[in-house]
């Protein structure tokens, strides 16, 4: 007993350093991202705290920028306005009692602003907090854009911050469609420039060209379809000859993000809620 | 000995800060980040016991893992190197008991050897560094580029760093 003491205090620097290392692979290896406790990351209190205060200071940089955006994004939406009121009025002359309705569906999806407050863009796999949480309706799969395009998706959830899966993360992919073509693929980031992902898994029979916008396909419940992601800038050699992969420029620019707008859909909830149904139903049968 | 402690307490609390407001948002070319944050790791005494360094480590690295939310990659990178410190050290001091003070610095350890100490301590963590973060994605000249870059940074942050908290001190006494 005496020798196995003498034997552990000898030794102990090993053993602290056998454990040390066991824990911090633990957390390493770990690698379903949604499985991460709210205090681990930086959507905890005090670690998002920080980075309010820091971004307080910071979020005045980069004001400018934002405004130009939003005043060109202002002017197309009204421009787009103008010609939606105009069919408008065309189809309300035409069929006065249809109309009516059709206004209520075209409002399934409410945004909720929020102000960015940690960002990485440099890193293989990207995460961004932002300074709203569950207090403010937010829930985890919910997605999040911005006055240009997608961002993220919502991870984890604090009481009033939460930490986002960015799109610069090979752990999310996004279901995306070429514009005026019905075949989709799946985005996906690379991990090597903040500005470039590529669209996977593409029909070998898609037609597109260079400088097509890519759109959100509206497969997944988490966006809406018709959401602009990226530009065509061109194809990748791919392992499999079935389907193409191409190179898109994304439109978000995620050295500069400040203002982000969280989609807090109710057809999300509703979908999710008849896919678990039909899992459910599905085992059930099995059984 | 209630001095010493404090002061690491309050660079242990500055360290993290300066690293997850500032020096985490630095990227050079696209390559080159600074890990700053290991000056703490560098700084203490080398009478200090194997076990508390590597205590003091692994929570360093905690720490900013939670920060940047990089899930461990600090904290296993940062308890190797907190083994190894002391074999370093010894590598270009053999002599510990001839130090004018228990914590490595310029004046403690001569300009050459400390010079050699902290570029080979941060050289090593920038390595152990990018090679645990790029294990998923290898890509062996960029993470060669990403090492150099990174460990040239670091060590001319850290040593601008050291040069101002010394100069201060002589300009006090």
Redesign the interface.
Known sequence: MRNLIDFLVKHSTWFVFAFYVIVSCIFLFDKNPYQHHVYMTSAGKLTAGVYDLSHNITSYFNLRETNEELQVQNARLEEELLGMKATLQLYQERYYADTMTVSETLRPYRFIIASVINNSIHKPYNYITINKGSRDGIRPEMGVVDQNGIVGVVNIVGDNYSRLISLLNPNFRLSCKVKGNDAFGSLVWDGKDPGVALLEELPRHTIYTTGDTVVTSGYSAMFPEGIPVGIVAGSEKTIDDNFFTLRVNLLTDFSRLSTVRVIASDIADSIRQVETDTNESKQQNKQ | MAKTVLQFVILYVLMV?AQ??VF??I?LF?YA?PLVFIYVILKLPVTMH??WV??I??LL??TI?????????N??AC??LG?SRKPILRLYFPREDEMSTPQPSFRSLGVSVYLKYVFSISLIYCALFFF???L??FNPLRLFIKIASSSLLTFIIIIAIDSLTTRRREKRL
């Open positions: 800060l997850v407001i985490n948002h990227c696209g980040v194997v076990n590597l205590t480590s692994f690295g905690l893992d939670i920060f940047s939310d990089t899930q461990g990659m904290a296993l308890t190797i083994l645990i973060e790029t998923s994605l």
